[in-house]
């Protein structure tokens, strides 16, 4: 179903089938619907969709980071050094959260501990993962600080968050992500809450990070200039599928999803202004109260046709690295 | 946070003569005579002497003056000298002897100083009533907690359940219930509570705790149900909030997650609530020790109210009211000290 373009010794991270359910008093919602990607070591992936999409529930999915319930992971792997995440008891999914693989949330403000200070927070993942204590600890703490840009490092360990900005909030994020040298870090739109300029601050420094570190990273945003500028690889999401894979060049110059041709006429055209007007496209986001039955785009897809209301597409090669979920890419198409 | 503590301080002292004039004029107010329990056969001129000799002929200023005096002024000072001789606090210290002879504050029913009886009968009160207080909050803190981690689990459901009786019947009432049912038809613990019980060796523990049970019980119940509603609600509020996400997603265990962040976030405003509900003690005791017959502070204030003995009812009064003022400075302070966040200064 994937691409299979990559070799699989040649991939961190393989998520195959991932399905993921929300029961609510409302009925279910099938948040994310067969969701198939891998990693490879030091990329940067990149992930687009409009809010909704099911980006973070995916992520969330992958580290049992949903409480369940209300959450329910009904089919899928994940694959990680070997073992299936899916299957992996919470007691030994800790050894790899914050250890292995770093996460940094959405949004700066209220993803720390208000009560604790930001040298406690940080020195948390360095006891638990690497072991080390009082002093080591604040020396490592003090020096993921320096890394990420927060000048008078050793000083600032002693702050509580409310004493820091949004950016520098931001920063604290990483380095507590990157406390452990993760493998991964996967980060969940970090800079949608911040402004303009801190926010391509944030992207010089991970960037930066990422030469420095060798880490691979999946980079979630609905910002489509964000990724022009960092990413190798994309994942177009729509309706909790995938719908469009591509290498980055290739997403700009030749997309095939029509999902995907309509994202690119919305960024607008000066470069690094916020390009988070999705929903200019006509029409409502699928509802997602059940799993598909029809191609999840087609209630406001230009091109659609019959066979878009009977079937959801699987995803279609194209080229190395690049599928897409729609049946215009069949070898014989239903209609000219 | 220190000059914030002393501004509060200092403002508190005018608060608390306000509410000292507050009450005095209302027992000023309220109809009655001291000398209504004075035998119908003394002479009518008798009586009038008798009054005078209670101070009674006075204007009203002077006499608020004098009370102000006596309870800001000589009663501190009889306390300092009974720390420094008879306590095990400060007993090592060298004796103070600050006190004089001067004139106490005096109940007309007993003859003697007020804050004499009142030091007599508040270890009572602190051991029925503050149990109950400690025993609650100290049952409610996990049921709150567990509640919360386990929503609309069985063990949330019955938590619920007991809160909403505990919530709903007063313990006037539940008070008189549990009589009936364990001393009356069981007859495991005693209906009235023997204060005069002296706990010497194992037996007279195990007395002194079978009647204490039921007091203590019966407040508790109460305290419980509040103090863990509230445990829950603000654990609750805290688990869906974002950091700790944050903190799964650092690989911290469950239990680190919830007892240091969760509820290091909760305890702060949870703090507070048990801090000001520390008055409400010596509330719930008026009644409680009414239904048991602890012969405690609460007891202390309805006998002198029935005997019209002012100069009582005012000190108690003023003590309760002190409490509230006391413990108001305290939930604050301790706000402050709990949450980062709060800057008083
Ligand atoms: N706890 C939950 N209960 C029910 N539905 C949920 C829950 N969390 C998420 N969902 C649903 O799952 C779907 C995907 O949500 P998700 O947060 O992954 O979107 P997203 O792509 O990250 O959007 P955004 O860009 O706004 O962050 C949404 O339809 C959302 O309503
Ligand atoms: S499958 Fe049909 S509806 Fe879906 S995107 Fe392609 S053409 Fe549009
Ligand atoms: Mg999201």
């Known amino acids: 179903m994937a691409d299979g373009a990559a070799s699989r010794s040649d991939v961190i991270l393989d998520v195959s089938g991932l399905k993921t359910v929300f029961r609510t008093r409302g009925g279910e919602v099938h948040a994310v619907n067969d969701v198939s990607f891998d990693l490879r070591p030091g990329e940067l992936l990149g992930v687009v969709g409009e809010s909704g999409s099911g980006k973070s529930v995916t992520m969330m999915s992958l580290l049992g980071l949903l409480p369940q319930p209300p959450a329910e992971i009904r089919a899928g792997t994940v694959m990680f050094g070997g073992q299936d995440l899916l299957k992996t008891p919470d007691r030994d999914l800790r050894h790899i959260r914050g250890a292995r693989i770093g996460f940094v949330f959405q949004d700066p403000m209220t993803s720390l501990n208000p009560v604790f200070t930001v040298g406690y927070q940080l020195r948390e993942p360095l006891r638990k993962h690497m072991g080390l204590r009082n002093k080591a600890a604040q020396d490592r703490a003090c020096e993921l600080l320096e890394l990420v840009g927060i000048p008078d490092a050793r000083r600032r360990l002693s702050d509580y968050p409310h004493q820091f900005s949004g950016g520098m909030r931001q920063r604290v994020m990483i380095a507590i992500a990157l406390a452990c040298d993760p493998q991964i870090l996967i980060a969940d739109e970090p800079t949608t809450a911040l402004d303009v300029t801190i926010q391509a601050q944030i992207l010089d420094l991970m960037a930066e990070l990422r030469e420095r570190l060798k880490m691979a990273v999946i980079w979630i945003t609905h910002d489509l200039g964000v990724i022009a500028g960092i990413a190798d690889r994309v994942l177009v999401m729509y309706g909790g599928q995938i719908v469009e894979q591509a290498p980055v060049h290739e997403l700009f110059t030749e997309p095939k999803h029509p999902y995907t041709q309509a994202l690119l006429t919305t960024i607008p055209h000066i470069r690094g202004a916020r390009a988070d007007k999705l929903t200019v496209i006509e029409g409502q986001p699928p509802i997602l109260s059940a799993a598909p039955a029809a191609c999840s785009f087609a209630a406001r897809c230009p091109v659609a046709f019959a066979r878009c209301q009977q079937e959801n597409p699987p995803r279609f090669a194209v080229a190395p690295d690049h599928d897409a979920a729609c049946f215009l890419l069949t070898e014989e198409p239903a209609h000219a | ?345």
């Not at chain 2, 003697?112 to 409610?140: E, F, H, N």
């Open chain 2, 1 to 345: 946070m220190l000059t914030f503590t002393i501004r509060r301080l200092l403002t508190a002292v005018p608060t608390l003569l306000f509410i000292s004039l507050v009450i005095f004029l209302l027992l000023e107010l309220a109809p009655g005579d001291p000398m209504a329990q004075v035998p119908l056969t003394v002479p009518p001129e008798v009586k009038q002497r008798m009054r005078e000799a209670l101070g009674l002929g006075e204007p009203v200023p002077v006499r608020f003056y004098k009370w102000l005096v006596q309870m800001f002024w000589i009663e501190p000072k009889v306390f300092i000298d009974w720390m420094t001789r008879d306590s095990w606090l400060l007993g090592w210290l060298p004796d103070t002897a600050l006190y004089s002879g001067e004139q106490r504050v005096i109940s007309w029913q007993t003859r003697s100083p007020v804050m004499d009886i009142i030091v007599q009968r508040l270890p009572q009160t602190l051991w029925v009533v503050g149990m109950a207080y400690v025993i609650g909050v100290l049952i409610a803190l996990p049921i709150g907690i567990i509640s919360a981690y386990r929503q609309y689990s069985v063990f949330d459901q019955v938590g619920t359940f007991v809160s909403m009786i505990g919530f709903s019947i007063p313990p006037f009432f539940s008070g008189v219930v549990v009589i009936v049912i364990f001393s009356v038809q069981l007859g495991w613990f005693p209906s009235i509570y023997d204060t005069t019980h002296r706990v010497v060796d194992w037996e007279t523990f195990k007395v002194q705790i079978s009647q204490m049970v039921m007091p203590v019980m019966v407040l508790a119940l109460q305290t419980t149900a509040q103090i863990s509603r509230f445990m829950r609600a603000s654990m609750l509020d805290n688990l869906g909030q974002d950091y700790v996400r944050t903190a799964r997603a650092k690989g911290m265990r469950e239990r680190t997650v919830v007892l240091i962040h969760v509820l290091r976030n909760s305890m702060i405003p949870v703090v507070t609530v048990i801090a000001l509900g520390v008055p409400s003690i010596f509330g719930g005791a008026i009644i409680t020790e009414q239904i048991f017959k602890v012969n405690g502070i609460g007891q202390l204030f309805i006998t002198a109210l029935k005997a019209n003995d002012l100069p009582m009812v005012l000190t108690v009064a003023f003590i309760f009211a002190f409490l509230i003022v006391l413990f108001n400075l305290i939930a604050d302070v301790l706000y402050g000290v709990l949450d980062p966040r709060i800057r008083y200064d």
